[in-house]
């Protein structure tokens, strides 16, 4: 049965087939629906599914679990990989059992990451093979030939889509049956001890498979070439599909060498396109992994011919390649002219950034720490979440954002150097589980007087929602005991700890500023559920409004705008928190009567 | 067949492009979406492309798309350029104000979006919402529209297969919903059509 899949449904779909048995990961745009397809596939429950507390934990289970021989998959986003780097470094040298798949998807833009970092280097960096879908189609074999290849190699294997592959959809065979297989089970054995001699001799062992891993890759359906022409395009991922989309809807006669499993590099298969071609156009997205690739076989075989990329600076080195600025690289490349010139001209238009939602409790936490803070000198560090929204104006309460958790840490280096601030870190509940408890720790430990605002919606919300360790639930469907952030909190020693509701904006001012003027670390715990959690129980609407705006300048909640110089309150986004009703100078916003 | 489907996020654009690409699944043909799901989903631009046939990427190149459904009128007119010469727009006459235009100083023109949008495209204006509301809810706005465009024959897409599409792809319990909103859409172009169809 044909089935429209998304991406990362079908990466899902491969790895249920393959037979994984422990999944694993930590969320994050664009890889969080490869774990949630997991689960709706496995309402049979025979799958072990979680989300872990952070993407290292994530990989380590599934190391683990790979150890006894069993399948596993762990997924996280680029940036993840970052934090799970410590693990998968030392587990390319270790190597696994049961095959092991690590899905991290890239965001070429970027469109919902911090960075623009390429997983590919990772591959090379830890000696780990690298899987490159160019559609969810592709994926899918992939994910399946993914845990084969691992097995095989005894060898962690990275499956990298990118935002365009995990979040297009495509047309999937999902009849597949699911591999059966009885795990052997842990096997104690000395392999699985790193001590630096065994990493010596491991590290001979993997220099050596990486050719033979090189052989397998040139005669892999994944990599090929198609075409004839003396203009050759190589190109990796997505842009494969798009080059692949220009060469047939003009007819061009290119020879386009397609890398798919890109590390460690088909160099076979490059030589042979390196000599079918004068000349070379690489097209991919992020670093120019495949031009060095192609530059190190042209000097390793002696060979030259002109590469047209990112090193020459021939294609844009930062940001998506989409199909129109693609088109436009092959012309200037293959010197000939096929763009559309009809193309209607945009018009101006207002710009829509993405703001907190009408109702959000964010927005009357940092609202109540604006208030308390107002005049003083205070930095706000934020952290990832939605509440990195809250650098917007009017309220404009993030004034740092560098990674998961660094909220907190940024705050004690500037109350170090400079120690007449108010050092405030804004942190949600997910992202405290996930690396904000160390820091926090730390600030304890080192006597620096932080405040720390933890921003509890009861989700991890900005992924969309998953359960967390404080949440009471897990991706098996079962209750599991909550974990308290405020018994956290006084477990570490914080001397000031309160729970508030930060729509009571009195009691939460005046806590803020007690907390601001307490000698030593404060936490702060602003507990309110996301909207998504909760159905809107009032709504609100303003009788003689006098055109004032003070609550469009203070909160710009998006229910409210103007018509006639009169505010409105649309009554479909309104959640009736009430928070408007607070900042209003002349009380005219009233609950609405529920008839 | 390429189709754009833009909105604000929040407004069920994804529920529309998978029921069209399943619809065309559904007929044996192939289809591709591509989809924009995080950040931009608190109230930022959404757009999902559509695209049934044989090709390679989910995403359309700009002026290749033969229809637009827009969700929300400053939306749709953004989407323009995506669109054809005189490629079908359906547009959701619904305005949702971004913030940082309510803090400012200048006003939306509507009319002047709708004067761009009609010269621009062959355009269809829908109270699409309003007429969801009627059916029971303001969130079956999309398939509203998805009816408008299979009553306005833009759709290569039977009933059968459409109807079988919102019944794989809704809750069961909206599955009643969807396909009156379905078919109050095709009845509202009917109307639409003496008037503005080849206006």
């Known amino acids: 049965m044909k089935e429209i899949l998304l991406g990362n449904m079908a990466i899902a779909l491969g790895a249920v087939h393959a037979g994984v048995k422990v999944v694993s990961g930590y969320p994050g745009t664009p890889s969080t629906e490869v774990l949630e397809s997991v689960v709706q596939y496995n309402r049979d429950g025979r799958i072990q599914v979680e989300w872990s507390t952070n993407e290292k934990a994530a990989l380590e289970i599934a190391a683990g679990a790979s150890y006894c021989g069993a399948r596993s998959m762990v997924t996280m986003k680029q940036v993840g990989l970052n934090v799970a780097s410590d693990p998968l470094m030392s587990l390319g040298v270790i190597g696994t059992k049961g095959g092991m798949v690590v899905v991290v998807a890239d965001d070429p833009g970027p469109i919902s990451s911090q960075t623009e970092q390429d997983t590919r280097h990772f591959g090379k960096f830890a000696n780990i093979p690298v899987l490159d879908p160019s559609s969810p189609e592709e994926a899918y074999e992939m994910a399946k030939y993914a845990f084969e290849l691992s097995e095989k190699l005894k060898l962690p294997v990275i499956l990298r889509p990118t ?45 050596k498979q990486q050719n033979e891993i090189s052989e397998l890759f040139d005669s892999l359906p994944f990599n090929r070439i198609e075409g004839e022409g003396e203009y050759g395009i190589a190109a990796g991922g997505v842009t494969y599909a798009i080059v692949k989309d220009i060469v047939e809807a003009f007819g061009l006669k290119v020879t386009l060498l397609k890398s798919g499993a890109v590390f460690p590099p088909p160099n076979g298969l490059y030589e042979e396109f390196l000599n079918r071609v004068q000349r070379v156009l690489v097209l ?24 047209s990329g990112k090193m020459n600076g021939f294609v844009t080195p930062a940001g998506e390649l989409k199909f129109d600025n693609t088109l436009k690289i092959i012309e200037k490349f293959l010197g000939v002219e096929m763009s559309d010139t009809a193309v209607t001209p945009p018009m101006e238009l207002p710009m829509r950034a993405p703001v907190l939602c009408a109702g959000c409790p964010h927005r009357a936490s940092f609202y109540a720490v604006k208030k308390a803070m107002h005049g003083k000198k205070a930095v706000f560090c934020g952290d990832i979440g939605c509440y990195t929204l809250g650098n917007g104006k009017p309220l404009e309460m993030t004034d740092t954002c560098l990674c998961m958790g660094a909220g907190i840490t940024i705050a004690q280096g500037i109350k170090k150097a400079e120690p007449d601030t108010y050092a405030f870190a804004f942190i949600g509940d997910s992202t405290f589980f996930a690396s904000g408890m160390t820091g926090l720790a730390n600030a304890v430990y080192n006597q620096t007087d932080i405040n720390v605002i933890i921003l509890d919606n009861s989700t991890t919300a900005m992924t969309g929602h998953q359960p967390h360790p404080g949440t009471g639930r897990t991706m098996m469907g079962t209750m599991t005991q909550k974990i308290d952030i405020y018994s956290v909190a006084k477990a570490l020693n914080v001397g000031f700890v309160e729970r508030l509701n930060p729509f009571d904006q009195e009691k939460s001012i005046e806590t803020v500023k007690k907390a601001a003027e307490y000698e030593g670390v404060s936490v702060l715990i602003f507990e309110a559920p996301c909207i998504t959690l909760i159905r809107p129980q009032t709504t609100f609407r303003i009788q003689n409004c006098t055109g004032c705006r003070k609550c469009l300048r203070e909160i710009g909640c998006p229910a409210m705008s103007v018509r006639d110089n009169r505010v409105e309150i649309n009554d479909a986004l309104c959640y009736g928190c009430g928070l408007c009703v607070k900042v209003c100078p002349t009380g005219c916003i009233q609950q609405e009567v529920q008839s | 067949m390429n189709i754009i489907i833009s909105g604000v996020g929040g407004q069920g654009t994804i529920l529309a492009s998978k029921i069209l690409a399943a619809g065309a699944v559904l007929e044996g043909r192939n289809a591709r979406t591509g989809e924009t799901i995080g950040m931009s989903q608190r109230g930022g631009c959404v757009v999902s492309h559509v695209r049934t046939g044989n090709v390679h990427s989910a995403y359309i190149p700009a002026g290749k798309a033969e229809l637009l459904l827009s969700f929300e009128i400053f939306e749709g007119a953004r989407c323009i350029p995506q669109l054809k010469k005189g490629g079908q727009a359906i547009i959701n006459t619904t305005v949702i104000t971004p913030v940082s235009t309510t803090l400012g100083k200048n006003s939306l023109d509507v009319e002047k979006v709708k004067d761009y949008i009609s010269q621009n495209s062959h355009a269809v204006f829908v109270d699409a919402d309003s007429i969801a509301k009627k059916c029971g809810s303001v969130k079956a706005s999309n398939t509203v529209l998805i009816g408008v465009a299979y009553g306005l024959g833009v759709l290569d897409l039977s009933r059968e297969s459409l109807i079988q599409a919102i019944r794989d792809n809704v809750k069961p319990k909206f599955f009643d919903l969807n396909v009156k909103a379905f078919n109050a859409g095709v009845a509202a172009c009917e109307g639409v059509e003496n008037h503005e169809k080849h206006g």
């Open chain 1, 163 to 207: 935002t365009k592959v995990c979040h297009s959809s495509g047309t999937v065979e999902t009849g597949g049956s699911i591999y059966e297989y009885e795990p052997e089970g842990f096997v104690k054995d000395p392999r699985w001890v790193i001590f630096p001699p065994l990493s010596y001799r491991r590290h001979l062992e993997i220099e």
């Open chain 1, 284 to 307: 991919e997205e992020l670093d120019p992994v495949i031009e060095e690739q192609l530059y190190q076989v042209m000097a390793i075989r002696n060979l030259q011919r002109p590469i």
